[in-house]
């Protein structure tokens, strides 16, 4: 069975961090373009980090460039978010997702996660 499952997410202060973990089973990962998503109530989903195959390019959204850190461990077929430096703006369901390779995940998505929730607040 193909699936992205997330993990990490919960509640927690502002200036806090979190590390959000996405497991790829069904498939192996560094074939794609692996990203990170968010949708906060009643906003859009929105783009927040891209991990580029095969060259491991990484992308970010201007709203947390410089204090979320994408990366991915082949061996685990796992993706990572490290999120520092959290703001309350920053609260959302955060989903990964398996795009096509060369498209900086910005084209169609063949796998979504399920969503995992992170909250900042104090």
């Known amino acids: 069975q193909l699936q992205l499952v997330e993990s990490g997410g919960g509640l927690v202060q502002p200036g806090g961090s979190l590390r959000l973990s996405c497991l790829a089973s069904g498939f192996t990962l560094d074939y794609y373009d692996m990203g990170w998503f968010r949708q906060a109530p009643g906003k859009e989903r929105e783009g927040v980090s891209c991990?580029?195959?095969?060259?491991?390019?990484?992308r970010y959204a201007d709203s947390v460039r410089g204090r979320f850190t994408i990366s991915r461990d082949l061996a685990k077929n796992t993706v990572y978010l490290r999120m520092n430096s959290l703001r309350p703006e920053d609260t959302a369901v955060y989903y990964c997702?398996?795009?096509?390779?060369?498209?900086?995940?910005?084209?169609?998505?063949?796998?979504w996660g399920q969503g995992i929730q992170v909250t900042v607040s104090s």
């Open positions: 991990i580029e195959s095969p060259d491991s390019g990484t």
């Open positions: 997702a398996a795009n096509p390779p060369r498209t900086g995940c910005s084209g169609s998505v063949d796998y």
